[in-house]
């Protein structure tokens, strides 16, 4: 996260815009890893596209999007 924010950060956004776009990506960084993931575990079982929501839902909205909230109010 730190590295998405030092990224961002460097940007000549308005700081809303900043945190608008850290926590946009972050959730979609961390979606497109749970998906990846689910790509490897449908090799062996829960391979429905209901798996699939869980396996990105749940990462974007708790680790992406909570995290992010949380990384950005420690950092200011």
Do not use: E, H, Q
Request: proline fraction near 1%.
């Amino acid at each position: 996260m730190n590295t998405l924010w030092k990224k961002i950060n460097k940007s000549k956004f308005k700081n809303k815009t900043k945190t608008y776009l850290f926590l946009f990506f972050n959730s979609v960084m961390c979606g497109v890893l749970g998906l990846l993931v689910w790509l490897v575990v449908s090799r062996f079982a829960l391979n429905t596209i209901d798996w699939a929501i869980c396996f990105a839902g749940y990462p974007a909205l708790f680790i992406g999007l909570f995290g992010g909230f949380f990384f950005l109010f420690r950092k200011n």
